[in-house]
């Protein structure tokens, strides 16, 4: 079977995620047979170097051995349980690890099976925590503009992409929106910092104004990824942990994107020093491999739900699939690989080879800007480099440099027009200057005429 069969079948059967079904009239999805490492191989013998790590899920390639061998163990023993009244050594080994690698402070570690899933329980928890304390005026969350965090109605109420959330705004809660820190909008000649510390003013006076009406802030630390790879200093999360802290509020951390060591320490609060009060993890979690997720608390939230069942103060939310057991065996083994591949100082030189492949982009006539933060690097596409008027959005300028860079060889996948790289930990210099070449190459055919 060559890719064209495997199209053919999946478009009479498949409808896939976030994606104009009808795009695919003319391009089909790419069947892959094999991956490797970096590569993706299709049906035709193609190969595709993951610039994005399979949707930032990847951290140490496809098909890694270690990976690979934990899981063949521990499907010889346990593939899954139930987590209510039953346990597991890799759901117990995972959290034991999970608390003693993340901030100082937590002491419990909640499964669920998605991101979105992991933001709703944080979400809840925090609401629900509030009440158990008597505090149950307390029914708000703040949010950052242009922030993310999922797909399910919770999710999607606490995030602000218009183009995943309009539609849906009927259905969902109302919270109460900040302006983000958002450093592509600081002024010429201000620092990342001195920006980010000027716009915690509105959150400031957000958070003096309905401290008495609000569970929680939640926030994407250091880079708004789905909303463009927007990036902002360390300095507004200690200043946001500090007012949290003042007003009674809790901070909800969704590192879903960039947890396990995409802005260059294992968890972006550490570049702030701060613990959240909740924090969300997945995506990186299993290293790609299986779907898990998990909202680490502290012992302080647990003990507000911990009392006889009488009181009916348990939290009783579940997921069919908490804590399977051969996706928590997946993150162990994840684990252990930035233990012995000393990964975080690694990613050090390949954050700096990304940074010298893509230092020629600043010129580009059509490029705003480029910015970077550990191993997350984008490349912002306008019409017009001195005003920075973008490109119109029907023009799909990102899809175009998406077609290009595929029949290249490179799996990119433009967030609108902002081209960004995001590889898995285990590339090479070569192959990051290889895709930097031909995002070079994409980005000219998507920003002529
Ligand atoms: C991807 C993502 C989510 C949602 O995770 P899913 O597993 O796709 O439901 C939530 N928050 C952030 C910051 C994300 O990047």
Redo the contacts with the bound molecule.
């Keep these: 079977m060559k890719n064209a069969d495997w199209s053919a079948r999946d478009l009479a059967v498949l409808w896939h995620p976030c994606t104009q079904m009808k795009d695919h009239e003319q391009l089909p999805p790419v069947p892959i047979r094999r991956g490797q490492g970096v590569w993706l191989e299709d049906f035709d013998g193609n190969r595709y170097l993951d610039a994005i790590s399979s949707w930032?899920v990847n951290l140490f390639g496809h098909g890694h051995p270690h990976i690979n061998a934990a899981l063949k163990d521990q499907l010889e023993n346990l593939e899954h349980v139930l987590l209510a009244g039953f346990t597991h050594a890799p759901a117990i080994e995972l959290a034991e690890r999970l608390i003693r690698l993340a901030p100082a402070g937590f002491s419990r570690c909640f499964y669920a099976d998605?991101?979105?899933s992991a933001?709703e329980v944080a979400l809840k928890m925090s609401f629900h925590y509030w009440r158990n304390a008597g505090k149950s005026a307390k029914t708000r969350f703040v949010t950052l503009t242009n922030s993310?965090?999922?797909?399910t109605l919770g999710?999607l109420a606490v995030g602000d992409v218009p183009l995943y959330k309009q539609t849906y705004e009927p259905l969902l809660m109302k919270p109460l929106t900040v302006t983000s820190p958002d450093c592509y909008y600081r002024e010429p000649g201000e620092s990342w910092a001195d920006h980010s510390r000027r716009k915690f003013a509105d959150m400031a006076s957000a958070l003096t104004e309905h401290a008495g009406s609000v569970c929680a802030v939640i926030v994407?630390p250091l880079v708004q990824?789905?909303g463009g790879m927007r990036m902002y200093d360390p300095v507004y999360l200690s200043l946001l942990r500090e007012a949290c802290d003042r007003h009674g509020v809790h901070l909800i951390a969704?590192e879903?994107?960039v947890g396990f060591g995409r802005t260059g320490t294992l968890f972006a609060c550490e570049k702030a020093g701060i613990r959240p009060d909740f924090l969300c993890l997945?995506?990186g979690l299993t290293g790609g491999y299986l779907p898990l997720?998990c909202v680490l608390t502290t012992a302080e939230v647990y003990a507000a739900f911990y009392d006889d069942y009488e009181k009916l103060r348990a939290f009783l939310h579940s997921h069919s699939y908490t804590g399977n057991a051969l996706a928590c065996r997946a993150a162990l083994a994840t684990l252990d690989l930035f233990e012995r591949d000393d990964t975080l100082a690694n990613n050090r030189s390949l954050a700096q080879v990304m940074a010298q492949a893509a230092r020629g982009f600043e010129d580009h006539p059509h490029v705003a800007e480029v910015r970077q933060t550990g191993m997350i690097l984008a490349i912002e596409l306008v019409r017009d480099k001195a005003t920075r008027e973008p490109f119109a959005w029907r023009e799909r300028r990102g899809f175009r440099a998406y077609r290009h860079a595929l029949k290249r060889g490179v799996l990119l996948r433009p967030l609108g027009d902002v081209v960004y790289f995001m590889p898995p930990y285990v590339i090479a210099p070569d192959e990051i200057r290889f895709l930097a070449d031909v995002a070079g190459e994409a980005i000219d055919m998507a920003t002529k005429d």
């Design positions: 930032w998605n991101g979105s933001v993310y965090h999922g797909e999710a994407e990824c789905a969704d879903i994107a997945s995506k997720a």
